[in-house]
């Protein structure tokens, strides 16, 4: 049975940081697409990075609002994804959750993934 576990949000400063861990069993990630999602108040899923396969040696894909700010990171002896979050802003306020399991077999940032973690809070304040 495939779990995936997110954790590290919280409330933090505009300008502030924080790093969301993702976490996976039954599931080896090294071996698959792993994205991340937000899902803001009364708004849709949208994708914000994807990481590829460690094989891959691709460089991972983000969303344009959250270039040069966010950074995706795999430890795969942790079976473990980090998304690095810094200079925060307010729009970043959301449920963010991981993903994996492409169904199209492209990593990619439409929500096509098979399994889905159960998101953790980033609230931004002013």
């Known amino acids: 049975q495939v779990q995936l576990v997110e954790s590290g949000g919280g409330s933090v400063q505009a300008g502030g940081s924080l790093r969301l861990a993702c976490s996976a069993s039954g599931w080896d990630l090294r071996n698959y697409c792993i994205a991340w999602f937000r899902q803001p108040p009364a708004k849709g899923r949208e994708g914000v990075a994807v990481?590829?396969?460690?094989?891959?040696?691709?460089?991972?894909l983000y969303t344009d609002s959250v270039k040069a700010r966010f950074t995706v990171s795999r430890h795969d002896s942790e079976n473990i994804m980090y998304l690095q979050m810094n200079n925060l802003t307010l729009e970043d306020t959301a449920m963010y959750y991981c993903?994996?399991?492409?169904?199209?077999?492209?990593?990619?940032?439409?929500?096509?993934?098979?399994?889905w973690g159960q998101g953790t809070q980033v609230s931004v304040s002013s």
């Open positions: 993903a994996t399991g492409s169904k199209s077999g492209y990593c990619t940032l439409e929500p096509q993934y098979r399994f």
């Open positions: 990481i590829y396969p460690a094989l891959s040696k691709r460089n991972p």
